[in-house]
């Protein structure tokens, strides 16, 4: 492995050269069943024909168009994102390259929002202990677990983290006179695939509409279908005034959205937001086919019932390693009475990969394009090595 990398993750032993559907394989020609999908990213698998010929026949067009101009892609993945965020009220989008780029965006239209309504001081975002929202020092503030604040301080002011689920935690820190925004995963992602209880966002939805405090919603790795509705918060029957996404939505080409409904939509003003890439055509492109994709009828039904087909096969085993199953559509969590990381690299010499999340859950998070076979195939190699271990 070459050491001019910063040393900034856990690598594991391995090197791809190329993939294929839900598979990778390494330069010695081994194969690996991938129930990751890149962290959520490759939500169409690899190479997966479409994707590729839009991305091709987009680099035969141009790359790149700075915003001072329009491209005819970016207005068409604009305009298809919008309207698939529709239903939970979005109006407008701004285009980005990450996920926490899209959450500093975000932030940044919660306290203009707010500074022009109610004029300064009711800035702070009050965000989730568990949750994540990025690496940048502002979506670090905005990130409510410990290990992520060690060593970089001092962190933005006005992030404040409440414990999820905590009606009367919620009720009290979202005091109108100080509050700008509330900001959740409806599914926790990192810290092990918690979903929030339908009453608790019913009631953040409520207390955020009579306060006027934007909700704001991260579906960076929850969304585009992966629970199996567009937005996991679409699922909960709520409107939201913001939402964020990247991982999956141009399929492996980065990206990042803010989507914004009716109060937020018109809050930047000309000069107020921008990214150099923000729209890249590439990215516009691979997002058109991911949508026409997901959109398109009957997907998102398959993608619950192989999701149902996981959790139908992982609890037949009725297996005593097994504590507990969470997740919704391919969004998977399975809690294991041992530590998470010695399976995945057992997998991972196995032929499958897996995530982790926190210290004792194994995350998946598979294409969408996933086999019924695959699946099986995949879960039959885990219960060898959770038998063993
Ligand atoms: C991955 C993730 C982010 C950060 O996205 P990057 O593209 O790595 O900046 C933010 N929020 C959630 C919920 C995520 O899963």
Redesign the pocket.
């Known amino acids: 492995m070459a050491d001019v990398f910063m040393n900034t993750y856990h690598r594991l032993p391995v090197t791809f050269v190329s993939g294929e559907g839900a598979w990778l394989r390494d330069g010695a020609g081994k194969k690996y069943l991938d129930f990751t999908a890149g962290?959520a990213v490759n939500c169409l698998g690899h190479a997966y024909p479409p994707l590729v010929k839009a991305i091709s026949e987009q680099a035969a067009k141009f790359n790149h168009v700075c915003n001072y101009y329009q491209s005819d892609v970016a207005e068409a993945f604009a305009e298809k994102l919008v309207a698939a965020c529709a239903p939970v009220g979005m109006r407008k989008v701004f285009l980005g390259n990450?996920?926490?780029?899209a959450?500093e965006g975000a932030c940044k239209i919660a306290r203009k929002y707010s500074l022009k309504n109610y004029g300064p001081r009711r800035h702070t975002i009050v965000s989730l202990k568990g949750s994540?929202?990025?690496?940048t020092i502002t979506?670090l503030s905005a990130t409510g677990q410990e290990r992520f604040h060690r060593d970089f301080g001092p962190f933005t002011e006005g992030f404040r983290f409440i414990p999820p689920g905590d009606l009367e935690a919620l009720d009290r820190a979202l005091a109108p006179a100080s509050v700008a925004g509330l900001l959740l995963?409806a599914i926790q992602?990192?810290s092990g695939i918690f979903p929030l209880a339908p009453p608790y966002i019913a009631a953040a939805a409520k207390f955020c509409a009579e306060r006027d405090i934007l909700l704001m919603f991260?579906e960076?790795?929850c969304g585009v279908g992966r629970t199996g509705t567009f937005l996991a918060c679409e699922a909960y029957g709520v409107k939201a005034d913001l939402i964020t996404l990247?991982?999956g939505l141009s399929g492996g080409v980065p990206v990042?959205a803010v989507l914004a409904g009716e109060k937020a939509a018109d809050v930047f003003a000309v000069s107020d937001h921008g990214s150099t890439f923000g729209g890249n055509p590439l990215a516009a492109a691979a997002g058109l086919v991911v949508l026409e994709t997901v959109q398109a009828p009957h997907f998102l039904s398959e993608l619950v019932r192989k999701g149902e087909r996981f959790r139908k096969v992982l609890t037949s085993w009725q297996h005593p390693k097994i504590r507990e199953i969470r997740g919704q559509g391919l969004m998977i969590g399975v809690d294991i009475t041992t530590e998470a990381w010695p399976v995945l690299e057992r997998a991972l010499a196995a032929g499958l990969l897996i995530l982790s999340a926190g210290t004792h859950t194994l995350r998946f998070l598979p294409p969408y394009t996933i086999t019924d076979a695959e699946i099986d195939q995949g879960l039959a190699l885990l219960k060898g090595i959770l038998d063993k271990s």
């Open positions: 962290i990450s996920g926490a780029e959450n994540f929202h990025g690496r979506t995963e992602g990192e991260d960076i790795q990247a991982k990042g």
